[in-house]
């Protein structure tokens, strides 16, 4: 029981150390003296090189009494260790017991001595504690606490006892990396972790910043600032801050430091060296270009320049670089040149700033040195200068030198896929486009990106400008290329002036996943609302100044006119009032000398006949309406391009001749090469009263009618595109007239225009070219009497001249359309009989000569020989037409137009017309589908394009 106890009392003895150990480190006195390792130097590569604790697997505490630490104890003599003396009723039993430490011990105690006889020696004890043999220690204590019931030992050996199995304790959880064991170590025993024993307080906080415990260690490292005395420790302490904590409690030691520290000169100046290469990391971890880095490179530049340090100035440079500072960067680069001669950054940088300067001579003279030959940025500078080159004789036109350079920059290490796109547009601009598209696709299928996705769609659209079952670019990416080829073909149409069809077009290419800014470049102007729904209301006047009943026509025409477009078709109806007036003259004017000639006939013998034909008056005015509806759209054939096409069916409804339709159709394509048109359509001839609407006799004498002559045409006309500025043009067309008691009548025409296009600022186009305009008609219609139409129609018109035409910029706030020409004309009308029988004469005319006495024959023989005198005409002509539309408001429009017509020959024609128009959404600009082109419906030229 004696022996329990004993072993129990030096038990709760040890772990009564362990829970104090100050007070049992200071009985030891001068026993031991711990070494600790010199601090670390404090140079700036040993601070930032730190050394890396490996994690071992953690032990249990149980085991570390047997482990091997790192803790190196050095003896020192010892004294007055040896315990009072015991009993001598036990010595004996003591005896045998120490025996065996005596053959242990190098002092070779005797048995016989006092020592032996009185109590234990506890020498070899001492001695197992400095081997650090702790359980070869307990277990000869266990053995002389049985022996010996009444030893126990001296309270120096538990003391260091305890001491060194704290010092296990510590070692085994810095060595297991266990931040909990440390943490109630450190808690039991912080005096244990402080500025003594500095290696082991900087091992425990490695060991609580690589298990993410950053509290720990900023408590650690916060002692160390407050409690250290040494310099160089706190120093070291502020550099392992900056390594193992973040920003802001690093910051917060360091200005802790700053505030309290006592420091001597030579750790002032590691202190000042420590916040300067913490300025110039912090610089380094901010983006070149911004304002922050702009800013801290200004507070350290007399730093850098003050400590002669070559790498923070080449990062001052590359930070001057990329604020475009390009002299700064280049003292920055050179300065670090002669502080680190040797050093490759600062010519490489200043090499880069010679190539932002275009100064690529001067670059490729610094990277082509001996230490950078082989420098793989090097010649990645060397690869952007050869490519810089290569898009510089690009931006010259120089496609095939920029090629060349494209080569030496992939030798030099440029990746294909960068260089592609470049190549592209150098193969596209000398014409190999199947070249350029294989480029292009290369980039594109590496990147997907808008660049290489616009560059393809150009060179597709060349090779293949229609067939859209060509659009292909692989399985991914199609609709980005998709949308570019829509945008070309909104271009396109655009060009040609098919506004709506562009705007649905541009819809297209702006819903897909391409960057929408590139695809609205395609058109150069805003065509929101260029297909908004639209009401027009409007006045025209037109007047052919003639002789009365004859060639003259007076028109006033109010007219009413709503527009509908859908996608791409087009709707139009169009109500007009129409007002005519023609004035009156009688039949001898009509046919000059026709009284004479009957009065010789006749004679006396009837005054009846006599009164009935001088009672004939020819001419008035009459008052009709028109209606008109119109459809238009586009169509496709296969992989041809696009038709359009447009069918306008309308009716005349009034007096005297009452209701006659009329129909227009029109089929066009516009091509690479330019444009065709063919046509068809029965129009009213609008020459004259007598040629639009008829005339009728006066009732005393029948009231027969004649005229409303209708025109059946079929024609086409051709526009090729010869040059970039350079067009010509050629129509021709076919006519067959008929009207209501009218002879029949045909005829042709051929037109031929060349036009170049000056190209003046502030205009659309600006052409000036050559015309030659010629008409042809079977017979002479343009008489006024009974069985003629009433209609310009010569037997040979020969026009030559100049013409100049123009158009202000699409998509303004206004917009101006005019054409003048000007030449020589030579015109032949031939004679014909004034009634061209066979027509059967009015009724009234036949019975009056069936009720005279004689020969009715003599009459009929006189009047058929009437004549109507033709004419041979010669001399300058001119036409000139100018309209104008100006937008009022986001909704409102208004227009004008004036158009007149000399030709020798033909009866001079005057018109004008005004209207506004009303769009239902808004509409951002003025077009010149827009502008009104005649004066009766808007798109027709004036007398149905017969000059």
């Given amino acids: 029981m004696t022996r329990i106890n004993n072993g129990n009392s030096w038990r709760c003895a040890v772990w009564l150390c362990l829970a104090a150990p100050g007070s049992c480190l200071a009985a030891q006195g001068n026993l031991l003296a711990v070494e600790r390792h010199d601090t670390a130097s404090a140079t700036t590569a040993d601070r930032l090189d730190t050394t890396r604790l490996q994690r071992h697997d953690q032990q249990g505490l149980a085991s570390a009494a047997n482990s091997t630490t790192s803790t190196r104890v050095v003896q020192t003599d010892q004294r007055n260790l040896i315990a009072p003396l015991a009993t001598p009723s036990s010595s004996a039993r003591v005896s045998r017991v120490v025996g065996d430490s005596q053959k242990a011990s190098p002092e070779g105690v005797d048995a016989d001595s006092t020592y032996a006889d009185s109590t234990p020696d506890e020498r070899p004890l001492w001695r197992l504690l400095h081997e650090n043999r702790l359980a070869e220690f307990d277990s000869k204590v266990a053995a002389l606490e049985q022996n010996v019931s009444s030893w126990k030992p ?421 109500y007009r009032q129409l007002f005519l007036n023609a004035g009156t003259t009688s039949l001898d004017q009509t046919v000059p000398g026709s009284l004479s000639v009957l009065d010789a ?103 027969d009618k004649w005229g409303a002559v209708r025109r059946a045409a079929a024609g086409t006309q051709v526009r090729w595109q010869v040059a970039p500025r350079w067009n010509i043009s050629a129509a021709t067309e076919a006519q067959w007239l008929t009207g209501m008691n009218v002879i029949g009548n045909e005829g042709m025409s051929v037109d031929l225009s060349t036009s170049y296009d000056l190209h003046l600022s502030g205009f659309d186009y600006f052409s000036v070219g050559p015309a030659a305009h010629y008409l042809s008609y079977r017979r002479n219609e343009n008489f006024y009497n009974w069985g003629q139409g009433g209609y310009y129609s010569p037997q040979s018109s020969m026009s030559t001249g100049l013409a100049l035409q123009w158009l202000s910029n699409e998509g303004r706030h206004w917009q101006i359309q005019g054409s003048v020409e000007a030449g020589w004309n030579n015109t032949l009308q031939h004679t014909e009989k004034c009634f061209p029988f066979p027509l059967e004469p009015p009724t009234a005319f036949q019975n009056a000569i069936a009720s005279l006495p004689g020969s009715n024959g003599e009459i009929a023989t006189a009047v058929s020989d009437l004549t109507c005198a033709g004419s041979h005409d010669h001399g300058p002509y001119a036409h000139g037409q100018v309209a104008a539309v100006i937008r009022l408001s986001s909704r409102l429009q208004g227009g004008a137009l004036v158009d007149t017509n000399v030709t020798p020959g033909r009866d001079r024609q005057f018109a004008a017309l005004a209207f506004v128009r009303y769009m239902l959404e808004p509409r951002s600009g003025v077009f010149s589908r827009d502008l009104p082109h005649n004066t009766r419906d808007f798109y027709l030229q004036l007398d149905d394009d017969h000059n």
């Fill in 601 to 703: 006939a006749v004679g006396k013998q009837s005054n009846s006949l006599n009164e009935t034909v001088r009672g004939w008056t020819m001419g008035g005015s009459t008052r009709a309406e028109e209606l008109q509806a119109m459809v238009a759209d586009r169509l496709r054939i296969g992989t041809l391009p696009k038709f359009d096409w447009s069918v306008s069916l309308g009716a005349t409804q009034g007096a005297p001749t009452g209701f006659q339709p009329n129909m227009f159709g029109n089929i066009a394509q516009q091509t690479v090469w330019g444009a065709w048109s063919v046509y068809v359509g029965i129009t009213p001839v609008r020459d004259s009263l007598l040629s639009w609407r008829g005339m009728s006799l006066p009732e005393v004498v029948g009231g």
């Fill in 154 to 574: 001296s309270a120096s050996l538990v003391a260091e006892r305890a001491r060194l199995q704290q010092e296990a304790d510590i070692a085994g959880a810095l060595k297991d990396g266990s931040a909990s064991t440390l943490r109630l170590l450190i808690a039991r025993a912080p005096d244990a972790f402080n500025c003594s024993h500095i290696d082991r307080l900087w091992k425990a906080a490695d060991v609580f910043a690589k298990t993410g415990h950053v509290d720990e260690v900023n408590t650690l490292y916060r002692t160390v600032i407050v409690e250290c005395k040494s310099d160089s420790d706190r120093i070291a302490t502020l550099y392992r801050a900056g390594r193992d904590l973040p920003p802001a409690p690093a910051d917060a030691l360091i200005e802790l430091e700053a505030a309290n520290g006592q420091r001597d000169s030579q750790g002032e100046a590691a202190f000042q060296q420590l916040r300067y290469e913490r300025a110039v990391a912090a610089l380094g971890k901010e983006s070149p270009d911004s304002d922050s880095a702009a800013r801290q490179l200004s507070a350290i530049e007399p730093s850098i320049l003050a400590r002669r340090d070559g790498p923070a100035a080449t990062l001052a440079g590359w930070i001057a670089l990329a604020h475009h500072d390009i002299g700064k960067a280049v003292d920055w680069f050179e300065a670090a040149q002669t502080f680190t001669p040797d050093g490759v950054d600062a010519t490489l940088g200043l090499a880069q700033a010679k190539i932002e300067t275009h100064a690529y001579d001067e670059a490729q003279a610094l990277l082509d040195q001996p230490k950078l030959r082989d420098d793989p940025l090097a010649r990645k500078a060397r690869a952007q200068i050869a490519f810089a080159r290569a898009d510089a004789m690009y931006k010259q036109r120089r496609y095939p030198e920029s090629l060349q350079w494209l080569e030496t920059a992939t030798i030099e290490g440029l990746p294909p896929t960068e260089s592609a796109l470049l190549r592209g547009w150098n193969l596209y601009f000398i014409g190999q486009y199947a070249q350029a598209a294989d480029a292009f696709r290369t980039r594109y299928e590496h990147r997907h990106d808008d660049g290489s996705a616009e560059g393809l769609a150009q060179a597709m659209h060349v090779i293949n400008p229609d067939a859209k079952s060509d659009r292909t670019v692989g399985e991914h990416g199609e609709d980005r290329v998709d949308a570019y080829l829509d945008a070309l073909d909104a271009q396109q149409q655009y060009h040609r002036k098919q506004f709506v069809e562009s705007q649905a077009t541009l819809r297209n290419a702006l819903s897909g996943p391409a960057d929408p800014q590139r695809i609205a470049r395609y058109v150069p102007a805003d065509l929101t609302g260029i297909d908004a729904p639209s009401v027009a209301g409007g006045l025209t006047w037109s007047d052919h100044v003639g002789a009365p009943g004859q060639g003259r026509l007076d028109t006033i025409a109010p007219e009413l006119r709503g527009e509908w477009i859908h996608d791409t078709t087009q709707y139009e109806l169009r």
